[in-house]
């Protein structure tokens, strides 16, 4: 049966968010060494692990990890979008997150110091958001199945303001979507198979008419699998698979994603 629509992913696959967040930490974490003396990398590790420690033990955790944010995205998002109460639960305790975060980072390394940590948070937030990164072959590929008359969804994991707050940074990128499904507006995120399922309906397509294309063993190809439709794990930097899940192809390149088409 032939190939009548393309999913997404968004995150790593379409945006580059690693490199944004990465390069947003090293900014921030210039900045206090620049200030106290320290040393940035050892700065950077202590903030991250810190995060996700503080973030684990909020009562709102098993909802983040259901809908599939992440600690890092807590460190810039608003949570002011969704209409579930744990969204109003998130956005009340965001900003003690981002600035305890910092604060026992700073700890950490010795250095007590809580306007500094509000300064870094603050500052956290701004550089992630100047940092709205697209792969460079991004708008080509969905150019070409645009123009070959796919239709093209994307499935996101996210808090839905905040995954809005991303599209809205790379303003050509959405009109490319028949459709754009956020699972903090649908209440489950990947891997959850009916999510999956949600998005075949939307597009009026069987599970064998569409591919899912996404960086993540663990949620994009996981539940595509489980939803029996083909997945392609888009793995740019050449990661050993140790998960047991296995996509129906891997790839390096979304360009790759011709010839796939092509032969099914």
Partial sequence: MTIQAVMFDLDDTLLWDERSVEESFDAVCEQAASEKGI?????????????????????????????????????????NGGEQTEFRNLEQLAPVYRTESWRKGLERLGVQDAELAARLADQFMSERRSRP???????????????????????TNGCPSLQQEKLDGVPELAPYFDHIIISGSFGKGKPDPTIFEHALSQLGVTSEE??????????????????????????????TNTESIQPDYEIKHLSELHDIIQSI
């Fill in 39 to 79: 040393d940035p990398a050892k700065l950077k590790e202590a903030v991250r692990a810190e995060a996700r420690a503080l973030y684990e033990s909020y009562e709102t955790f098993p909802f983040t990890k259901l809908i599939g944010i992440n600690p890092f995205e807590g460190l810039w998002a608003h949570f």
């Fill in 210 to 239: 569409a591919i899912m294309v996404g960086d993540k063993l663990t949620t994009d190809i996981k539940g595509a699998v489980a939803a029996h439709i083909r997945a392609v794990w888009v793995n740019r930097n050449g990661k």
């Fill in 133 to 155: 990164y697209v792969y460079e072959e991004t708008f080509a590929v969905l150019k070409e199945l645009k123009d070959r008359q796919f239709k093209l969804l994307l499935l």
